[in-house]
């Protein structure tokens, strides 16, 4: 059981330059989520989707572009990287126990360099 | 506009003693609460979460208290322990399952 899981751990990109970043959760998860942290702002909601063939925006989805392509995995995409997309990136599953708990868990992350 | 805060960037603490790590949030819609502690090059780890519906939640070192009348959360570790040096975040989940978190608070446990 590896929870939820990012490739690739590292990544550095030109300015203009395209990249995918993935993510997969073999925890059976409905819900998936795409954030960034950046130093001193904490971790803001890029995209998320709330179920297979759904996706919303969040906090902060100028720039990127998102796919559900199954239960398990969900990709995050930059068309045109900018210096300003430098970040680390961290995909997240969740899902709503009976009872009403809620756990949200999180992959190891991605750092992304823009130059 | 900055829905859950974090005042406190750092803290540190004896080992033994005491870590009281506070949170503040302003939409009370908010149901759910939730913290996470991320060492570095980590992805942040779930601790303890509490519903809105409850003010206190005990999981072994670890209690969260809830106060919704001041809309503030803090998160109780004792006794504390060097592996407990990390960077922790509130979180509180707003509709469809979406979580806003705060900034961070950096806790040091001096040995």
């Known amino acids: 059981n590896a929870g939820v899981t990012q490739t690739p751990k590292f990544q550095v990109l030109k300015t203009g330059q395209s990249m995918t970043l993935q993510c997969a959760q073999d925890?059976?998860?409905?819900?998936m989520y795409w954030y960034r942290q950046d130093p001193g702002m904490g971790l803001r909601l890029i995209y998320y989707?709330?179920?297979?063939?759904?996706?919303d925006k969040g906090e902060v989805p100028n720039g990127y572009n998102v796919s559900r392509l199954n239960k398990r995995e969900f990709s995050l995409r930059l068309e045109s990287a900018a210096p300003s997309q430098t970040s680390v990136y961290f995909c997240?599953?969740?899902?709503?126990?009976?009872?009403?708990?809620?756990?949200?868990?999180f992959g190891p992350g991605t750092r992304l360099t823009v130059l | 506009d900055q829905q859950v805060k974090q005042n406190s960037p750092s803290l540190s603490v004896q080992e033994g003693r005491i870590s009281i790590l506070n949170c503040d949030y302003t939409n009370s819609m908010f149901d759910y609460f939730l913290w996470y502690k991320k060492y570095p090059a980590e992805g942040p780890t779930f601790l303890i979460s509490?519903?809105?519906?409850?003010d206190k939640n005990e999981d072994g070192r670890f209690t969260v208290f809830l106060n919704k009348s001041a809309k503030h959360l803090s998160l109780h570790i004792v006794p504390s322990q060097p592996g407990d040096s990390a960077v922790y975040f509130c979180a509180a989940r707003g509709g469809n399952e979406k979580l806003t978190f705060g900034t961070g608070t950096r806790l040091t446990i001096i040995p």
């Open positions: 989707s709330a179920s297979e063939g759904t996706t």
């Open positions: 925890m059976n998860h409905n819900s």
């Open positions: 509490i519903s809105s519906i409850k």
């Open positions: 997240a599953s969740s899902l709503t126990l009976a009872g009403g708990t809620y756990e949200q868990f």
